[in-house]
């Protein structure tokens, strides 16, 4: 049977007494609905997932591709540890990281309360599609694409069209938050693109978004092990011969705009890691404004500018020595 097969790669997998143990408690945990579709080796691996979940209390996730799939189709698991996920939150979370979702399938496994601690758990299993027809190498992104998705699902990070980068440009979510950070300041810079637009024009331009990047990290990372200074021209060359491919203006634009804010930065917080070890839950970038183009006048010598996806803000100084306090401001919606 099914369970018996579960039982004998258990053991082959994770030795006799461990393997044992878990299949005391989930010999019969798993519906037939499941059975069919999944062979006992795939068991062994959701069980060793599920376990992971009861342990952490954390959402756990496996991207994958079937043998027999097409090269764009994708399956993604998760391990739900709160009972059943509402499809309403999930789906857009997928959708914004590239994916047309096609179909899912929940399971619930049972384990034994009398093997040990009983209870359920939910495991979805999502059919997707990558929404402009690529292909991607699955496995060179799938740790990058599980970290992204539980950065969205425990609020850390924005769920909207940049996390298409993930997938799209190879991008983790740090290096989102970058480009992220600096739509931000362009759309109260008065830039007169949407976020949606620059949200498309860095998918539809991956190469550039990832140079993009590229160039932030010579300039800032402490632990650059290059040339600064020589690697930091030869990207600036390279963005600026592959916006000679780039046919539209207003992409042209939006990609100039953010290398002219890259260059504009004076210095970041972006490197400097919490007390814990873990990246700040913000991110400050000081700005030289009087090089940054089109920049609505009255020009400030400097800007400070926060993001987060909790809180934006901005302190503009106009000199050296400047007094404190609130400062008449022509920014969208009067953002200071």
């Known amino acids: 049977t099914w369970s018996d097969r579960l039982h004998d790669v258990l ?75 509402t499809l309403s939150d999930v789906l857009p979370v997928l959708e914004n990281m590239g994916l047309k979702v096609m179909s899912e399938i929940p399971f619930e496994v049972t384990l034994d309360a009398s093997a040990g601690d009983g209870g359920d758990l939910r495991i979805h299993d999502f059919a997707l599609v990558i929404s402009d027809g690529s292909s991607v190498d699955f496995e060179e992104i799938r740790d990058e694409f599980h970290e992204s998705f539980a950065q969205v699902w425990r609020d850390q990070m924005e769920d909207d069209g940049f996390n298409r980068l993930v997938l799209g440009a190879g991008l983790n979510w740090r290096e989102v938050v970058i480009l992220r950070s600096y739509c931000k300041y362009l759309r109260q810079a008065r830039i007169p693109f949407s976020q949606d637009y620059m949200e498309e024009t860095l998918a539809k331009n991956r190469t550039l978004a990832g140079l993009l990047v590229k160039l932030f990290e010579i300039r800032f990372d402490p632990g650059y092990s290059g040339k600064r200074q020589v690697d930091e021209i030869k990207t600036v060359e390279r963005i600026e011969e592959a916006l000679e491919a780039v046919s539209n203006l207003d992409e042209d634009r939006i990609i100039r705009h953010y290398l002219n804010l890259i260059q504009s930065t004076l210095r970041t917080n972006f490197y400097q890691p919490a007390e814990d070890g873990s990246p700040k839950p913000y991110v400050t970038f000081k700005l030289d404004s009087g090089n940054i183009d089109e920049l609505p006048l009255p020009r400030p010598l400097r800007e400070i500018f926060v993001y987060s996806p909790r809180f934006e803000g901005v302190h503009l100084r106009f000199g050296f020595v400047a007094r404190g306090g609130l400062r008449w401001s022509d920014r969208r919606e009067d953002f200071r």
Do not use: C, W
């Open 11 to 85: 053991v082959e997998q994770l030795g006799e007494e461990t393997g044992n143990r878990l299949y005391r408690q989930y010999g019969n945990a798993f519906p037939v609905a499941y059975q069919q579709r999944f062979s006992a080796a795939t068991g062994v691996f959701d069980v060793e997932k599920i376990e992971e979940v009861r342990n952490s209390g954390q959402l756990a996730m496996n991207l994958y591709h079937p043998i027999e799939a097409e090269e764009n189709e994708l399956r993604f698991k998760v391990y739900n540890p709160d009972g059943l996920l």
